[in-house]
Nanobody, 117 residues
Framework: VQLQESGPGLVKPSQTLSLTCTVS??????????WSWIRQPPGKGLEWIGD???????NYSPSLKSRTSISRDTSNNQFSLQLSSVTPEDTAVYFC??????????WGQGTQVTVSS
């Protein structure tokens, strides 16, 4: 299974960050897989943003929940992240990953997103 993030590398403050993860080499089913978004701000550790299952069930980090939406397009084997009202503190490398139970077995290479005017 391979995951690949895509989306703009520069977003202006107050706008919405939108990223897509394309899954290849396997299906997004079954529902015991959690398709996740994780980020790493510069000089900081990994931060879980949220995840979605094949059936569309979502979970979000409480600290980001009010600004986060994760959706999936099973026909194209993709899932997406939208983070609204971004600030420079949202600057990070954003990763998509597949979780099974507590194990993140597959990761994308990550994509740098910078929030700046």
């Amino acid at each position: 299974v391979q995951l690949q993030e895509s989306g703009p590398g520069l977003v202006k403050p107050s706008q919405t960050l939108s990223l897509t993860c394309t899954v290849s080499g396997g299906s997004m089913a079954p529902s015991y897989y959690y398709w996740s978004w994780i980020r790493q701000p510069p000089g900081k550790g990994l931060e879980w943003i949220g995840d979605i299952t094949y059936s569309g069930s979502t979970n979000y980090s409480p600290s980001l929940k009010s600004r986060t939406s994760i959706s999936r397009d099973t026909s194209n084997n993709q899932f997406s992240l939208q983070l609204s009202s971004v600030t420079p503190e949202d600057t990070a490398v954003y990763f998509c990953a597949r979780r099974y139970s507590s194990w993140y077995g597959y990761w994308g290479q990550g994509t740098q997103v910078t929030v700046s005017s």
